[in-house]
């Protein structure tokens, strides 16, 4: 039997209910959980005054996407197959919204071994929770023109943390000119970052 108390919130308790008691959730505008035993229904709170931050809405689209990428992979037997093998402590459907939610880093460029030659490297060093899918660069001189660009390379033994970029055109106005990285993970997530040629060695 359900004990309703003289709340302003409508709630109400119930005490080894075999009905509700390995219950919890939502039923229409009923809240239904579980605490230490006991069976605690609520009224579902009333939301609709409440104004969100942008960052509040960004969050939200962002988890709604995580949610559509969970439920592709689950479809998807190629990419199931691929977060089981990364998390097997995790089903493929979390695993994979994990993954989305979690976007790469850009830690350090290292642009000091370019002067403008062929052959000279630009070396980025990212992290991501889950992998790394690649990285590109393009080189600018300075006057913002496009030098050239490509895919970076994963440096060997570095866990996909350390790429290169090896340079294959000579690039005269190269001082001041400047390096973009683009860093993309398994879900598409995409960072990019920038940095000044300064001429330094």
Known sequence: MFVVHSNPIPMAKSYNNVITRNYSGRVGDIILKNYNG????????????????????????????AVKYGLYVIKNQELSNYYRKKRPDMDPYHAAMSDYLSRPVIERVDVNG???????????????????????????????????????VPRQFSANTEWDYTATVKNVEYKGGRVEIRVKDKPGNVVQSGVIFNGSS
Do not use: H
């Open 114 to 152: 370019y002067q403008g030659l062929p052959g000279n490297v630009v070396t980025v060093s990212v992290w991501d929770k889950w992998s790394i899918e690649g990285v590109d660069m393009v080189i600018f001189n300075s006057l913002g023109e496009v030098i050239e660009c490509g895919a970076a």
């Open 38 to 65: 006991k069976s605690v229904m609520t009224k579902r709170p009333d939301c609709s005054k409440v104004v969100k931050t942008v960052r509040q809405l960004e969050f939200m689209n962002k988890f709604a996407k």
